[in-house]
C-alpha cells in the first residue's frame, strides 16, 4: 500500500509543503512505534528496488551533465516556509516567506552578497504572503491575505521600512504579481481564479484590466509590452493583450485531466507547462503541446528553447509505509527531445529543490532545502 503522503502528492502544489509533509511522515515513522529499531527498519532487510538494488538514502548530489553545482550559502530558517526568491542584481535578493509560528506571518529575508548571509527586513503581523514583485534594486510590493485592511506592503529602501497597502479598488488577494519593463504592476485578483488587475501607482490603487473573471495564472511574455499569457480555470491557455481583451483561447487537451502548475514564457512561441510530475513543451505559442517522456519530480528552467535543466524520477522504492524517490538533474540541448543525466541518484532531489531563477548566461540559481545553490557551466 502507498503511504498517504504519496496519494496527497498530486493535491500538494507547494514544493516546501510536500517536502514538510513527507518529514512529518518520516517522523511519525520513528516516534509512533517504539519497535522500530532506526529510521528505515520497518523496510525489509535487503529490500530490493526497481533497479535491482537495495534500496537507502542516497546523500550524494552530482550536478547536471556540463554543469558545476557550488553552494552560495545557507538560507535563513526559523521556522520560515520560502515562498518566493528574486534576485535583482547577482548580489543582491529578496527571499519572501512566512513564518509558521504565532499563527503564520509575512517576513523579507535580503541578501547583498550574492547569498552567503541573509538579514530579516520588518514587514508585517498575521498575513500569509502570495506574491511579490520587484522593480530595480531597491522596490519591491508584497502581496498578502487581508489582515485589518491591509492586503499588501511597499518599500522604495530596499525594505528598510514597509507602508502598509489597502490595495484601493475590486480587488482580492492578489497572486501572479510582477512589474511590466514600463514600471506598470499586474496581477490577478483571487487566488483561486479572478480578473488580471492593473496598477499605474505602485500598488497604492487597482483598476481591473478587461472583464474576464477566470484567470488562474498570469505571464508576461518576453521582449512583448502589450502581450500577456495566462492559465484559465478550466486549464485553457490564454492570450490576452494590456487591455485584457482577448487574443486567442487553445483548450489543451493534456490538462483537461489535471492542473497546470505553472508556465515558463521563453518567448512568443515557446512556451513550458508543468503539470503534477509531467512536462509539456509548445513551439507555436500555445496552439499545440508535445509531452516531455520522463517522470518529472522537479523543475529549474530553459535558458532557450533548446537548452533546459529538469529533475527527474529514475527509481521508486516503496513498501507499506516507507516511500523514497531517487532522482538526477536532466539536461537537454535539442529541445526535449533526449536528455543527459548522470549516474548518481539523490533521494528526494526534486522535492527539495525550487525556486530556480535565471542569472544569465547559463546560470541558474535554486533553494536546496535551506541552501542557495548555483548551477554554472563548465
Known amino acids: 500500500m502507498l503511504p498517504l503522503i504519496d496519494l496527497l502528492l498530486p493535491h500538494i502544489v507547494d514544493k516546501q509543503l510536500y517536502a ?20 528505515f527498519s520497518a523496510m525489509p532487510a535487503g529490500y530490493i528496488g526497481e533497479d535491482g538494488r537495495v534500496c537507502d538514502l542516497t546523500p550524494g548530489l552530482a550536478p547536471p551533465v556540463g554543469y558545476r553545482l557550488d553552494t552560495l550559502g545557507t538560507l535563513p530558517t526559523n521556522d520560515l516556509n520560502y515562498r518566493k526568491l528574486r534576485f535583482v542584481r547577482p548580489d543582491r535578493a529578496y527571499l519572501l516567506s512566512l513564518r509558521l509560528a504565532s499563527s503564520g506571518r509575512t517576513v523579507v529575508s535580503r541578501t547583498d552578497d550574492g547569498g552567503r548571509t541573509w538579514r530579516e527586513l520588518p514587514v508585517s503581523h498575521r498575513t500569509d504572503p502570495l506574491g511579490m514583485a520587484c522593480y ?70 487597482w483598476r481591473p484590466v478587461g472583464d474576464r473573471t477566470d484567470i488562474r495564472q ?3 511574455v518576453p521582449g512583448f509590452d502589450s502581450l500577456f499569457y495566462a492559465v484559465s480555470t478550466s486549464n485553457d491557455f490564454i492570450a490576452l493583450d494590456t487591455a485584457g481583451t482577448l487574443l486567442y483561447r487553445w483548450p489543451v487537451p493534456v490538462f483537461q485531466n489535471g492542473t497546470i502548475l505553472g508556465l515558463q514564457v521563453i518567448d512568443r512561441d515557446h512556451v513550458v507547462a508543468r503539470g503534477v510530475s509531467t512536462l509539456h513543451i509548445s513551439s507555436d505559442g500555445g496552439r499545440q503541446w508535445t509531452k516531455i ?35 538526477v538533474f536532466a539536461v537537454t540541448t535539442d529541445g526535449g527531445d533526449s536528455w543527459a543525466k548522470p549516474d548518481t541518484l539523490s533521494t528526494h532531489l526534486g522535492s527539495d529543490l525550487s525556486h530556480c531563477q535565471s542569472m544569465g548566461s547559463g546560470e541558474w540559481r535554486c533553494i536546496l532545502r535551506d541552501r542557495l545553490i548555483a548551477l554554472r557551466p563548465r
Open 136 to 205: 530595480g534594486r531597491d522596490t519591491c510590493v508584497v502581496s498578502v491575505t487581508q489582515w485589518e485592511g491591509t492586503r499588501g506592503y511597499r518599500t522604495f529602501d530596499g525594505g528598510a521600512s514597509w507602508e502598509a497597502l489597502p490595495f484601493e479598488g475590486p480587488v482580492n488577494d492578489l497572486v501572479s504579481l510582477f512589474y511590466m519593463a514600463t514600471g506598470q504592476l499586474f496581477a490577478v485578483s483571487g487566488q483561486f481564479g479572478g480578473r488580471v488587475v492593473r496598477s499605474n501607482d505602485q500598488g497604492t490603487s
Open 293 to 327: 517522456p520522463e517522470r518529472v519530480e522537479g523543475f529549474v528552467g530553459f535558458e532557450t528553447p533548446a537548452r533546459g535543466i529538469i529533475v527527474t524520477r529514475e527509481k521508486l522504492c516503496t513498501d507499506y509505509d516507507v516511500s523514497l524517490t531517487r532522482d
Open 218 to 220: 498570469l505571464y508576461p
Open 20 to 39: 514538510a509533509l513527507s518529514l512529518a511522515a518520516l517522523l511519525c515513522l520513528i516516534g509512533c512505534d517504539e519497535r522500530r529499531g532506526g529510521l
